[in-house]
């Protein structure tokens, strides 16, 4: 599976932003998607994920209600849909396949695949 990511870029306090992830060589509704990021000096930290056909996703809680993890197969793109934006929301974000999902999964060690990242930067 090869993900590529885009959408990142300069945004302001409060602003929203949208990510996408294309996946390609492999049937895309048979692989769950998730999207971490990792800003400097931090660990990669789970943002979302969502099931193979889109019903069922969940979101670490700095994130909640913020962020939508959402999916479109007849496009094999994921979108991470980013609102109300802070600074401490800047990083580099991922997105991640994994062939296996499961109820509450949250580990970057559950992922096979991952595209290359996109910067996102929140000027304050």
């Known amino acids: 599976v090869q993900l590529v990511e885009s959408g990142g870029g300069l945004v302001q306090t409060g602003d929203s932003l949208t990510l996408s992830c294309t996946a390609s060589?492999?049937?895309?509704?048979?692989?769950?998607v998730g999207w971490f990021r990792q800003a400097p000096g931090k660990t990669r930290e789970f943002i979302g994920v969502?099931?193979?056909?889109?019903?069922?996703?969940h979101y670490a809680d700095s994130v909640k209600g913020r962020f939508t993890v959402s999916r479109d197969n007849a496009r094999n793109t994921a979108y991470l849909q980013m609102n109300s934006l802070k600074p401490e929301d800047t990083a580099v974000y991922f997105c991640?396949?994994?062939?296996?999902?499961?109820?509450?999964?949250?580990?970057?060690?559950?992922?096979?695949?991952w595209g290359q990242g996109t910067q996102v930067t929140v000027s304050s």
């Open positions: 060589g492999r049937s895309f509704n048979s692989i769950a």
């Open positions: 969502t099931s193979w056909l889109g019903g069922t996703t």
């Open positions: 991640a396949a994994a062939l296996r999902y499961y109820r509450n999964m949250n580990s970057d060690k559950d992922f096979e695949y």
